[in-house]
């Protein structure tokens, strides 16, 4: 994979408990759907946006900014769709969060 | 330094570090696998895998019906995280590279994630850990299985401490390995506790609740004699156990020297001992403490052991076994006695539990309403048969009819035999086991059609004094010594002389050195006993003479309550043995001392 082929987008996490495990299961879930190689990186670390255990590492709280990245085919697309998911604030793809998880 | 008080059911010191298996802890039974075996454990690795996936799915389910979606999301996202492919990947590639088993390689690489939340601070992320420790236990549950694997994978002598251990669970212990146990419930007559007497594990069963104060590893010491669990002595008790686990074993080697003498008394009065087994497996165990046979064989496990029915197959092969280790000797088959409490998998819908179950549908009962499945275990005993000295009984009768019934059906199962050109044992003895006081009542009668009459005293007390002696409440009341069981057992023994028949006495009872005197001046001569009680009971009858067992008989015919006969047998057997011949623990150090409160008032 070139490096000039990576897609990039910073989202802020705005969810009241950070990305916990529910919105990690949803980036998840979305990645799997799409060929292209997924990461979601905060500060220096970088990991797989397919994988709900590595996301939780991030530790994002309230506020955190992090940066999507995506390299393949449909980059564009799968990016557009993790971006959603924050600016909706996890709501639409899901029945509302566990209250005060 | 904690001391904590049980039943004492099987004698002998144990002290070794602890080892605990509570219901939720799972210890790794091995870190790596041979290589050949490494395709079959990945497997076992998907499968456990795929069954966890599938249990939590069920649970997300459950959880979106009750608690609504949100909550179920929950579950989702577990199944995300086990469903991670690189998550796999990882596992797999420790089994394949490493050999690792797959218990170790799930946990090993679910333990790195927990401790890296734990590590990222913060109390969201360190409650994660929790929910990858829920998915490791949940993976090892499906690896390790009901069977709890690891206990057959001992690699060092321990002392298990557990909330219960399952009868085969008891029965497959490693005696190399396995010092002692100690269980937070159970009683005298569980499976557990008669099967940990028949391996010679020290055990002490229930302790009460006791796991949480046990770290694992830590020395414990368990006393079977007196029922005593002591979690991590201090240097005194542990100096003072050591000299009493000494001293035991060399009283076990004196013992043992008794093995091949005969079982006679000091007149050459002969008194046949017999064994009581559950499981084929001590046939040979028995044959080695100095068993002439076995007086009882029961069969029960043979239908709780799995969920399936027996087939005549898994019968006869289990009767086979037996017969290899005593091929000359009598060995005595006892149906199925299950009852409304224990049921064969199939069975257990058509019984409501609202019922006695000791008073209801059991043993007999059960098998003359099930044809199929008493025909098909006396088949099988009867083609054994042909083998070696095979012979039947049948438990809990109470009428004649009853008895008629079971005989006739063994009759129609030969008939059947005949016409299919099978071998078996035509002139297959026919017992029943007197443990109804209506079937003592009627001894005379039934001796005229019965080929032997053996006494199960455990029923026989119950039914007789109304007692339940795994009631603590009334537990107390449940006493061997009561002269209204000794009288039953009298008129059993008399209409035998009188029409040859022979009596054996098989329940607890007889395993006691405390009682063995008086029953045999009573007029016994045959007892089927735990067989590690045999190099026991053989030293008190290898001291007794006749004469003397009859005047301990007349004496107690005289005496009105158990509390008289039980000191008068005991003060008999101290003054004879002092404390060397301490028998089977039957009672509580507290029964002891209310028995003796009460003697003195």
């Known amino acids: 994979m ?88 996890f709501i639409d793809a899901e029945p509302s969060p566990v209250p005060s998880a | 330094m904690l001391v904590k008080r049980g039943i004492a059911v099987s004698p002998g010191v144990a002290i070794g570090p602890a080892m605990v298996f509570g219901t939720e802890n799972f210890r790794i039974p091995r870190r790596v696998v041979s290589r050949d075996a490494v395709e079959l454990e990945l497997q076992r690795f998907e499968t456990a895998l795929a069954a966890v996936c599938h249990e939590i799915e069920l649970n997300e ?27 796999i990947a990882q596992i797999e590639a420790l089994i394949r590279q490493k050999s690792f088993s797959p218990e170790f390689a799930v946990s090993r690489i679910l333990r790195q994630y927990a401790h890296r939340f734990q590590n990222l601070g913060g109390q969201y992320l360190a409650e994660r850990a929790a929910d990858i420790y829920d998915l490791e236990k949940r993976i090892l549950r499906h690896l390790l299985g009901e069977a ?94 050591r000299a009493s686990e000494a001293r035991y074993r060399s009283f076990t080697k004196r013992l043992e020297t008794l093995r091949h003498l005969p079982a006679e008394t000091r007149d050459d009065v002969s008194i ?96 003359l309403l099930h044809l199929e499945l008493f025909k098909t275990q006396l088949r099988a005993i009867l083609r054994a048969g042909v083998h070696g000295d095979l012979r039947v009984m049948f438990p809990l009768i109470a009428s004649l009819l009853e008895f008629r019934q079971a005989r006739m059906i063994l009759g129609d199962v030969m008939e059947d035999l005949d016409e299919q050109g099978v071998p078996f044992r035509r002139d297959m003895p026919v017992g029943m086991m007197v443990e109804v006081p209506s079937a003592a009542l009627l001894a005379e009668e039934f001796a005229r059609e019965v080929d032997f009459f053996s006494i199960g005293t455990n029923d026989l007390i119950q039914y007789t004094l109304a007692v339940d002696r795994a009631d603590p409440a009334v ?7 009561d002269p209204s069981i000794l009288r039953l057992i009298q008129m059993v023994v008399a209409a035998g002389r009188r029409r040859g028949v022979p009596v054996s006495i098989c329940g607890q009872m007889s395993s006691d050195p405390l009682y063995l005197p008086l029953l045999i001046g009573m007029g016994v001569r045959k007892f089927s006993v735990t067989p590690h009680a045999i190099p026991e009971l053989k030293e008190v009858i290898r001291s007794l003479t006749i004469a003397r067992a009859e005047k301990i008989a007349s004496r107690v015919e005289a005496m009105e309550v158990a509390r008289d006969v039980e000191s008068f047998l005991r003060g008999e057997l101290s003054r004879r043995f002092g404390d060397s011949v301490r028998g089977v623990p039957q009672q509580s150090e507290s029964e002891l001392d209310a028995g003796a409160a009460s003697a003195s008032v």
């Open chain 1, 2 to 89: 070139v490096d000039a082929a990576i897609i990039r987008r910073v989202v802020t996490v705005n969810t009241e408990h950070g990305l916990h495990i529910r919105p990690c299961s949803l980036i998840a879930k979305a990645a799997q759907r799409y060929s292209s190689q997924v990461w979601v990186q905060k500060d220096q670390t970088r990991v797989d946006a397919r994988r709900v255990l590595e996301l939780l590492t991030l530790a994002a709280g309230p506020g955190a900014e992090l940066e999507l990245q995506a390299a393949g085919s449909d980059a564009e697309a799968v990016i557009d769709e993790l971006s959603r998911l924050f600016e909706t604030n």
């Open chain 2, 61 to 87: 389910k459950l959880a979106a019906d009750r608690l609504g979606a949100q909550y179920a999301a929950i579950f989702g996202a577990h199944l995300m995280m086990l469903r991670d492919g690189e998550l």
């Open chain 2, 148 to 241: 709890r694997e690891e206990l057959q994978h001992l690699m060092a002598p321990v002392v298990i401490l557990a909330h219960n251990l399952t009868p085969s669970e008891t029965a497959n212990l490693d005696r190399k390995f396995v010092l002692g146990f100690a269980t937070e419930v159970g009683g005298h007559t569980s499976h557990t506790a008669i099967l940990a007497g028949a391996l010679e594990i020290p055990a002490v069963v229930g302790v009460g609740s006791f796991l949480n104060d046990v770290s694992g590893a830590e020395t414990i010491i368990i006393d079977g004699t007196s029922g005593e669990v002591i979690l991590d002595p201090d240097e005194d008790t542990l100096m003072r156990y």
């Open chain 2, 272 to 367: 046949e001992l017999l064994g009581n087994i559950e499981f084929p497996a001590e046939a040979e165990h028995a044959r080695q403490r100095g068993a002439e046979g076995i007086g009882l064989y029961r069969t029960e496990f043979l239908y709780l052991e799995s969920n399936r029915e027996p087939t005549e197959e898994d019968h006869y092969q289990a009767y086979c076994e037996v017969l290899r280790a005593f091929p000359k000797e009598p060995v005595i088959i006892r149906t199925l006695d299950l009852g409304a409490d224990k049921m064969p998998g199939s069975l257990r819908s058509s019984y409501p539990d609202s019922v006695n179950p000791a008073l209801s549908v059991r043993s007999i009962r059960l098998s």
């Open chain 2, 475 to 481: 537990s107390k009341l449940y006493q061997a010594g």
